[in-house]
Nanobody, 114 residues
Framework: QVQLVESGGGLVQAGGSLRLSCAASGSIRSLNGMGWHRQAPGKQRELVATLTSSGSTNYADSVKGRFTISRDNAKNTVYLQMNGLKPEDTAVYYC????????WGQGTQVTVSS
């Protein structure tokens, strides 16, 4: 079983920064990648950023140039550095780990005030 624990969310003013962390534990076999998704009130969950096991990254157009996904393999942790935050970035952010199955964290709230 795989567990994902997110941290780092909070309230920040527009233009500010936050760094989200997602620590993975358990039996992780054949890791394909990890990523971050988000879900705003009344909207569907959407992809924010992904990082494959080979190091390739992918970002939603809305966050390109502002967000950076990275990983510390020794700590089994993936990060999302968020700079230049906007009110429209307000959402619950979920960590995802992809093997032959998909695992999700419990989510962490990010609120950006204008």
């Amino acid at each position: 079983q795989v567990q994902l624990v997110e941290s780092g969310g909070g309230l920040v003013q527009a233009g500010g920064s936050l760094r989200l962390s997602c620590a993975a534990s358990g039996s992780i076999r054949s890791l394909n990648g990890m990523g971050w998704h988000r879900q705003a009130p009344g909207k569907q969950r959407e992809l924010v950023a992904t990082l494959t096991s080979s190091g390739s990254t992918n970002y939603a157009d809305s966050v390109k140039g502002r967000f950076t996904i990275s990983r510390d393999n020794a700590k089994n942790t993936v990060y999302l550095q968020m700079n230049g935050l906007k009110p429209e970035d307000t959402a619950v952010y979920y960590c995802q780990l992809q093997t032959s199955r998909t695992y999700w964290g419990q989510g962490t709230q990010v609120t950006v005030s204008s």
